[in-house]
């Protein structure tokens, strides 16, 4: 009997000291579980982070400027990064469809295929990837330079993407040949682009060369910090390789005008008009101030709020007047503007 009181207490014990045991782990197992939880949601904070982060650090989206190249053995593409870190520029590359092998590199061999490429006027190297270039006013367009000019995926990059109407600035790396064949090259394959001069940059450009080139093109991008003063009351017309200066008039509408400017050149094609005016579409609207007025020679006016009128002679009709032409008269800007259409830049300083 009393063997028998002394193992149902020894049982007793056992059940509470188990029990004790038991709801130890599970408190254990909870505190632990509620740890991987919160470490969850640590971690879910720091993805959250890295998306704002990148979001931050993405200044330029939605704005005009973006860094595109092409680089088979990534030196064009530190020039490129280096350009995207000074304007705060969106960054693409050109992937050819199929990558180069340091074999279809040697061009010490006039067999390879880079070779082959170049010396085919009709070579387009496919494209892997395509770029939508369409909410960018501005590209920077980097390329190394093979045999002394673009790579003929430039000009596959070209055909399959509109660049009409944008400002593009070439740069390059190469060994030790200069831009200038690769930028008539580029010209004359699509002359409805603003060409900016462009420039050739050794493979181990420094981020001060980068700076010091991108200041010097005067351009203003939305993420540069150093932008330089915009003078409200002046824009450039360019044409046929001249500037002409037109002082504005006080309006909201050249106001509008000059903040377009701010996020990159407007190219007009210009048809040539009764004789006394070159006439095209701007490509947008403006507000519009119209009044009677006579023209005169190098007057500028908004034409129906869409069309941009440069005048060389009079005409009475209702205008927004926009500016005015300095230091021209009738002849001078007739001497200009030639006789038929003409492609009109505008632009500032
Ligand atoms: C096929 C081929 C042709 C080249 N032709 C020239 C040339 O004519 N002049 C020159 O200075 N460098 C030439 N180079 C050297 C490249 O321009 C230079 O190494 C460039 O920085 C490479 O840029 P990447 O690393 O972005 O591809 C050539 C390179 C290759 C692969």
Avoid: H
């Amino acid at each position: 009997m009393k063997k028998s009181i002394a193992l149902i207490i020894i049982i007793i014990v056992i059940i509470i000291v188990g029990g004790f045991f038991i709801m130890r782990s599970n408190k254990t197992k909870q505190v632990s579980t509620a740890n991987i939880t919160e470490s969850n949601i640590l971690q879910n904070e720091s993805t959250d982070n890295k998306t704002e982060e990148k979001i931050d650090n993405n200044k330029t989206e939605g704005k005009s400027v973006a860094v595109i190249y092409f680089s088979a053995t990534g030196n064009t593409k530190q020039v490129a990064d280096l350009i995207k870190e000074e304007i705060n520029a969106d960054i693409y590359e050109i992937i050819p469809k199929e990558k180069y092998t340091s074999e279809d590199l040697n061009y010490g061999d006039d067999t390879t295929r880079a070779t082959r490429e170049q010396k085919d006027k009709n070579a387009r190297p496919e494209i892997e990837n395509s770029i939508d270039v369409s909410n960018y006013d501005v590209i920077f367009l980097g390329y190394p330079i093979w045999w002394g000019d673009v790579p003929k995926i430039i000009l596959s990059f070209m055909d399959n993407t509109n660049l009409d109407g944008k400002t593009v600035v070439p740069f390059c790396t190469s060994g030790s040949s200069g831009i200038s064949t690769s930028e008539n090259t580029l010209k004359s394959y699509n002359d409805n682009i603003n060409w900016v001069k462009g420039n050739r940059f050794s493979g181990s450009a420094s981020k001060e060369n980068i700076k010091t080139w991108i200041d010097s093109l005067e351009l203003n991008f939305p993420g540069q910090n150093n932008v330089g003063e915009i003078s409200m009351n002046e824009f450039i017309i360019e044409v046929n390789g001249r500037d002409l200066i037109v002082k504005t008039e006080n309006n909201s509408s050249t106001e509008a005008l000059i903040e377009k400017l701010k996020d990159g050149n407007v190219v007009i094609n210009a048809n040539e008009y009764g004789n006394f005016e070159k006439v095209g579409s701007l490509g947008f609207s403006l507000p519009t101030n119209n009044k009677q007025m006579t023209t005169k020679a190098g007057d500028v006016v908004l034409y129906q709020g869409n069309s941009i009128s440069l005048f060389y002679g009079p005409n009475s009709w209702s205008y927004t007047k926009l500016g005015e032409i300095e230091n021209v008269d009738e002849d001078k800007l007739k001497s200009i503007l030639g006789d038929g259409n003409v492609k009109l830049t505008l632009k500032l300083k």
